[in-house]
Antibody
Framework: EVQLLESGGGLVQPGGSLRLSCAAS????????MRWVRQAPGKGLEWVSA????????YYADSVKGRFTISRDNSKNTLYLQMNSLRVEDTAVYYC??????????????WGQGTLVTVSS | EIVMTQSPVTLSVSPGERVTLSCRAS??????LAWYQQKPGQAPRLLIY???TGATGIPARFSGSGSGTEFTLTISSLQSEDFAVYYC?????????FGGGTKVEIK
Protein backbone atom coordinates (compact mmCIF):
# COMPACT_ATOMS: atom_id res chain seq x y z
CA GLU A 1 0.00 0.00 0.00
CA VAL A 2 1.35 3.40 -1.02
CA GLN A 3 1.77 5.75 1.93
CA LEU A 4 2.94 9.36 1.91
CA LEU A 5 3.44 11.12 5.24
CA GLU A 6 4.26 14.83 5.32
CA SER A 7 5.81 16.64 8.26
CA GLY A 8 7.54 19.91 9.06
CA GLY A 9 4.67 22.37 8.83
CA GLY A 10 4.04 25.03 11.42
CA LEU A 11 3.87 28.75 12.14
CA VAL A 12 6.62 30.93 10.73
CA GLN A 13 7.06 34.69 10.39
CA PRO A 14 7.16 36.40 7.00
CA GLY A 15 10.65 36.15 5.56
CA GLY A 16 11.36 32.97 7.49
CA SER A 17 12.21 29.45 6.34
CA LEU A 18 10.76 25.99 6.77
CA ARG A 19 11.60 22.55 5.41
CA LEU A 20 8.86 20.07 4.68
CA SER A 21 9.46 16.33 4.47
CA CYS A 22 7.43 13.54 2.91
CA ALA A 23 8.22 9.96 3.91
CA ALA A 24 7.18 7.46 1.26
CA SER A 25 6.56 3.74 1.46
CA UNK A 26 4.81 0.97 -0.44
CA UNK A 27 6.40 1.62 -3.84
CA UNK A 28 9.82 1.97 -5.48
CA UNK A 29 10.46 5.57 -4.51
CA UNK A 30 13.54 6.13 -6.68
CA UNK A 31 11.62 5.16 -9.83
CA UNK A 32 8.84 7.68 -9.38
CA UNK A 33 8.60 11.40 -9.93
CA MET A 34 7.11 13.33 -7.04
CA ARG A 35 5.33 16.66 -6.62
CA TRP A 36 4.23 19.18 -4.04
CA VAL A 37 0.74 20.67 -4.33
CA ARG A 38 -0.69 23.26 -1.95
CA GLN A 39 -4.12 24.49 -0.95
CA ALA A 40 -4.68 27.84 0.74
CA PRO A 41 -7.47 27.90 3.36
CA GLY A 42 -10.85 27.65 1.61
CA LYS A 43 -9.23 27.75 -1.84
CA GLY A 44 -8.44 25.37 -4.68
CA LEU A 45 -5.38 23.29 -5.50
CA GLU A 46 -2.13 24.81 -6.76
CA TRP A 47 0.79 22.79 -8.08
CA VAL A 48 4.05 23.97 -6.49
CA SER A 49 6.98 21.84 -7.60
CA ALA A 50 8.01 18.56 -9.19
CA UNK A 51 11.14 16.40 -9.37
CA UNK A 52 12.09 13.29 -11.29
CA UNK A 53 12.91 9.97 -9.67
CA UNK A 54 16.64 10.67 -9.86
CA UNK A 55 16.27 14.13 -8.35
CA UNK A 56 17.13 15.96 -11.52
CA UNK A 57 14.94 18.23 -13.61
CA UNK A 58 13.07 20.13 -10.92
CA TYR A 59 10.14 22.29 -11.93
CA TYR A 60 8.60 25.16 -10.00
CA ALA A 61 5.52 27.32 -10.18
CA ASP A 62 6.37 30.95 -10.91
CA SER A 63 4.92 31.90 -7.53
CA VAL A 64 7.68 30.02 -5.66
CA LYS A 65 10.57 30.02 -8.15
CA GLY A 66 13.78 31.27 -6.56
CA ARG A 67 12.40 30.80 -3.02
CA PHE A 68 11.54 27.09 -2.80
CA THR A 69 13.80 24.11 -3.53
CA ILE A 70 12.58 20.57 -4.08
CA SER A 71 14.90 17.65 -3.39
CA ARG A 72 14.82 13.99 -2.49
CA ASP A 73 16.93 11.40 -0.69
CA ASN A 74 16.23 8.08 -2.37
CA SER A 75 18.25 6.22 0.27
CA LYS A 76 15.71 7.45 2.84
CA ASN A 77 12.61 7.33 0.60
CA THR A 78 11.99 10.95 1.48
CA LEU A 79 10.96 14.03 -0.49
CA TYR A 80 11.73 17.54 0.73
CA LEU A 81 10.61 21.10 0.10
CA GLN A 82 12.90 23.84 1.41
CA MET A 83 10.89 27.04 1.66
CA ASN A 84 12.76 30.34 2.10
CA SER A 85 11.63 33.97 2.12
CA LEU A 86 8.14 32.87 3.08
CA ARG A 87 5.22 35.19 2.43
CA VAL A 88 1.77 35.44 3.96
CA GLU A 89 0.36 34.14 0.67
CA ASP A 90 2.33 30.89 1.10
CA THR A 91 -0.02 29.93 3.92
CA ALA A 92 -1.58 26.62 2.88
CA VAL A 93 -1.82 22.91 3.42
CA TYR A 94 1.07 21.34 1.51
CA TYR A 95 0.53 17.90 0.02
CA CYS A 96 3.15 15.62 -1.43
CA UNK A 97 1.88 13.52 -4.28
CA UNK A 98 3.19 10.68 -6.42
CA UNK A 99 3.11 11.06 -10.19
CA UNK A 100 0.96 8.59 -12.06
CA UNK A 101 2.74 6.59 -14.75
CA UNK A 102 0.03 5.60 -17.22
CA UNK A 103 -1.41 7.53 -20.17
CA UNK A 104 1.58 9.85 -20.28
CA UNK A 105 1.55 10.51 -16.56
CA UNK A 106 1.28 14.05 -15.23
CA UNK A 107 -1.53 13.26 -12.85
CA UNK A 108 -1.23 12.47 -9.14
CA UNK A 109 -2.28 8.95 -8.19
CA UNK A 110 -1.52 9.06 -4.48
CA TRP A 111 -1.52 11.95 -2.01
CA GLY A 112 -0.32 12.44 1.54
CA GLN A 113 -2.59 13.83 4.25
CA GLY A 114 -0.96 17.25 4.08
CA THR A 115 0.91 19.52 6.47
CA LEU A 116 -0.22 23.05 7.33
CA VAL A 117 2.15 25.97 6.86
CA THR A 118 1.05 29.27 8.38
CA VAL A 119 3.03 32.42 7.59
CA SER A 120 2.06 35.20 9.95
CA SER A 121 3.59 37.80 12.22
CA GLU B 1 0.01 28.86 -18.65
CA ILE B 2 -3.08 26.79 -19.47
CA VAL B 3 -6.12 28.07 -17.60
CA MET B 4 -8.65 25.45 -16.50
CA THR B 5 -12.23 26.65 -15.99
CA GLN B 6 -14.81 24.49 -14.24
CA SER B 7 -18.56 24.94 -14.27
CA PRO B 8 -20.76 25.28 -12.43
CA VAL B 9 -19.04 26.49 -9.28
CA THR B 10 -21.73 24.87 -7.12
CA LEU B 11 -24.26 22.20 -7.99
CA SER B 12 -27.19 21.31 -5.74
CA VAL B 13 -28.28 17.74 -6.38
CA SER B 14 -30.52 15.11 -4.83
CA PRO B 15 -29.21 11.58 -4.17
CA GLY B 16 -29.83 9.29 -7.11
CA GLU B 17 -29.63 12.05 -9.70
CA ARG B 18 -27.26 12.06 -12.66
CA VAL B 19 -24.58 14.74 -12.40
CA THR B 20 -22.48 16.30 -15.15
CA LEU B 21 -19.51 18.53 -14.34
CA SER B 22 -17.65 20.52 -16.98
CA CYS B 23 -14.01 21.51 -17.37
CA ARG B 24 -12.62 23.70 -20.14
CA ALA B 25 -8.96 24.28 -21.01
CA SER B 26 -7.72 27.55 -22.52
CA UNK B 27 -5.79 25.54 -25.13
CA UNK B 28 -5.77 21.92 -26.22
CA UNK B 29 -4.43 19.37 -23.75
CA UNK B 30 -5.32 16.32 -25.84
CA UNK B 31 -6.53 13.71 -23.36
CA UNK B 32 -4.06 14.70 -20.64
CA LEU B 33 -6.75 15.50 -18.12
CA ALA B 34 -7.40 14.18 -14.62
CA TRP B 35 -10.30 14.50 -12.18
CA TYR B 36 -10.05 14.46 -8.39
CA GLN B 37 -12.56 14.33 -5.55
CA GLN B 38 -11.91 16.13 -2.28
CA LYS B 39 -13.99 15.89 0.90
CA PRO B 40 -13.64 18.35 3.79
CA GLY B 41 -10.45 17.82 5.78
CA GLN B 42 -9.18 15.16 3.39
CA ALA B 43 -6.57 15.01 0.65
CA PRO B 44 -7.75 14.88 -2.96
CA ARG B 45 -8.41 11.44 -4.43
CA LEU B 46 -7.73 10.56 -8.06
CA LEU B 47 -10.90 9.55 -9.92
CA ILE B 48 -10.07 9.71 -13.64
CA TYR B 49 -6.87 10.07 -15.68
CA UNK B 50 -6.23 10.22 -19.41
CA UNK B 51 -9.62 11.99 -19.60
CA UNK B 52 -11.59 8.74 -19.42
CA THR B 53 -9.72 6.01 -17.52
CA GLY B 54 -11.00 5.23 -14.06
CA ALA B 55 -8.41 5.04 -11.30
CA THR B 56 -8.02 1.89 -9.23
CA GLY B 57 -10.94 1.28 -6.91
CA ILE B 58 -13.15 4.05 -8.29
CA PRO B 59 -16.82 3.02 -8.63
CA ALA B 60 -18.16 2.57 -12.14
CA ARG B 61 -20.72 5.36 -11.63
CA PHE B 62 -17.86 7.83 -12.23
CA SER B 63 -16.94 8.36 -15.87
CA GLY B 64 -14.96 10.92 -17.81
CA SER B 65 -15.06 12.04 -21.42
CA GLY B 66 -13.73 14.70 -23.75
CA SER B 67 -10.57 15.76 -25.51
CA GLY B 68 -8.88 18.92 -26.64
CA THR B 69 -10.41 21.71 -24.59
CA GLU B 70 -13.76 20.33 -23.38
CA PHE B 71 -14.11 17.66 -20.73
CA THR B 72 -16.90 16.17 -18.65
CA LEU B 73 -17.10 14.17 -15.44
CA THR B 74 -20.36 12.27 -15.04
CA ILE B 75 -21.70 10.60 -11.92
CA SER B 76 -24.48 8.32 -13.11
CA SER B 77 -26.41 8.11 -9.83
CA LEU B 78 -25.19 10.33 -7.02
CA GLN B 79 -24.61 8.57 -3.70
CA SER B 80 -24.43 10.27 -0.28
CA GLU B 81 -20.67 9.76 -0.16
CA ASP B 82 -20.22 11.66 -3.44
CA PHE B 83 -21.01 15.08 -1.98
CA ALA B 84 -17.63 16.78 -2.28
CA VAL B 85 -15.57 19.21 -4.35
CA TYR B 86 -14.34 18.00 -7.74
CA TYR B 87 -11.24 19.37 -9.48
CA CYS B 88 -9.91 18.87 -12.99
CA UNK B 89 -6.19 19.14 -13.79
CA UNK B 90 -4.34 19.36 -17.08
CA UNK B 91 -1.26 17.13 -17.31
CA UNK B 92 -0.04 18.25 -20.72
CA UNK B 93 2.09 21.34 -20.08
CA UNK B 94 4.16 22.95 -17.34
CA UNK B 95 3.03 24.45 -15.12
CA UNK B 96 0.47 21.83 -14.20
CA UNK B 97 -2.80 23.64 -13.54
CA PHE B 98 -6.05 22.84 -11.76
CA GLY B 99 -9.54 24.14 -12.27
CA GLY B 100 -11.18 26.13 -9.49
CA GLY B 101 -13.40 23.22 -8.50
CA THR B 102 -17.10 22.35 -8.50
CA LYS B 103 -18.81 21.78 -5.19
CA VAL B 104 -21.55 19.16 -5.32
CA GLU B 105 -23.92 19.75 -2.42
CA ILE B 106 -27.12 18.22 -1.16
CA LYS B 107 -30.28 19.79 -2.55
Amino acid sequence: EVQLLESGGGLVQPGGSLRLSCAASGFTFSSNAMRWVRQAPGKGLEWVSAVSGSGSNPYYADSVKGRFTISRDNSKNTLYLQMNSLRVEDTAVYYCAKRGVEAGGGYHDHWGQGTLVTVSS
Amino acid sequence: EIVMTQSPVTLSVSPGERVTLSCRASQSVGTSLAWYQQKPGQAPRLLIYGASTGATGIPARFSGSGSGTEFTLTISSLQSEDFAVYYCQQCNNWPLTFGGGTKVEIK
